[in-house]
């Protein structure tokens, strides 16, 4: 029996050696299950899909050739792998499959492992819309209806949901910090070891510094947002660590630049863990 509170400190570094021994040992069989680049279609490219690419997707304007090419194949692969399906009155077109593959596989460009592994279906709604949750399912089977409509969701069940008219404004504008594609499929890059905490699959050896820095930042975040100070960062990403990385993500590629200069930790963690480096892409007078 425990009788005093210092009794409770061994207990308490053993439960968190465990836990980040875990966490270790978790990522190192993921990456090693996965550490293999994807398995890229060799068909060819529909000659299409450069056009749709060239005018939906700006952000691959600055791309090497390489890059637009290997962009492209993981758009295949995605377009091929994963179920798209209309809701609310919208009929799925091939541009809206490469539009949002393209968007979705920029963040993939230079990670190692499978295409979103645990994603399975993408809904495209024609605008803002108040989805069906299964929320409360495994008491009642209820489905509960949140009370805002929303853009974008991405659910632990394989399903990203998105507004197209949504799409096409944040992929028009690629220096606004505001692209619910690279929000929603941070998302599930965040949940792939299970668990939507801010903390996606890492190097071994990154948990420690990447869990500092983010956690610094996002407390940052609260305080600039709660005194309504102006920052590279959506005040949403205040919400919770794991929208915190999402919203850290839109900034990364769309504000690279600013985001840099006014959060150079931050920058470097997800520099370290997409792989790219966009802020070496852009002019400083787009920025």
Not at 124 to 140: D, E, L, N, Q
Not at 163 to 169: F, H, I, L, M
Not at 181 to 196: I, K, N, P, R, T
Not at 266 to 287: I, M
Request: hydrophobic fraction near 40%.
């Amino acid at each position: 029996m425990i009788h005093r509170v210092t009794d409770l400190i061994p207990v308490v570094l053993l439960a968190l050696a465990c836990f980040v021994g875990g966490y270790v040992l978790l990522s190192r069989l993921l990456r090693g299950l996965s550490s293999q680049q994807p398995r890229l279609r060799k068909e060819p490219i529909p000659p299409a899909w450069y056009d749709i690419v060239d005018r939906r997707v700006p952000l691959a304007h600055d791309l090497t050739i390489d890059e637009r090419e290997r962009l492209l194949r993981l758009a295949q692969r995605f377009v091929a792998e994963k179920h798209f399906e209309g809701c609310g009155g919208v009929t799925v077109t091939e541009e809206m499959k490469v539009t949002i593959a393209a968007v979705a596989c920029l963040l993939l460009l230079h990670l190692e492992g499978p295409c979103y592994p645990t994603l399975r279906t993408v809904l495209i709604y024609p605008h803002a819309f108040v989805p069906k949750r299964a929320a409360g399912a495994s008491r009642t089977g209820e489905l509960m209806r949140p009370a805002i409509p929303v853009v974008g969701q991405s659910w632990g069940l394989g399903v990203v949901i998105v507004a197209w008219d949504e799409v096409v404004r944040g992929a028009r504008d690629a220096t606004d910090g505001h692209n619910v594609v690279l929000h929603e499929f941070a998302h599930q890059l965040d949940g792939e070891d299970g668990v939507g905490d801010g903390v996606p699959l890492l190097a071994t050896g990154a948990l420690r510094t990447w869990a500092r820095v983010l956690g610094q930042e996002y407390e940052r975040l609260r305080d600039d947002s709660a005194a309504q100070r102006l920052s590279a960062l959506d005040p949403y990403g205040a919400t919770s660590k794991t929208e915190f990385f999402a919203v850290a993500t839109e900034s990364f590629f769309e504000r690279p630049l600013q985001l840099e200069r006014e959060h150079p930790e931050l920058y470097a963690e997800l520099k370290r863990f997409y792989g790219q480096d966009p802020a070496r892409r852009v002019s400083p007078t787009t920025a």
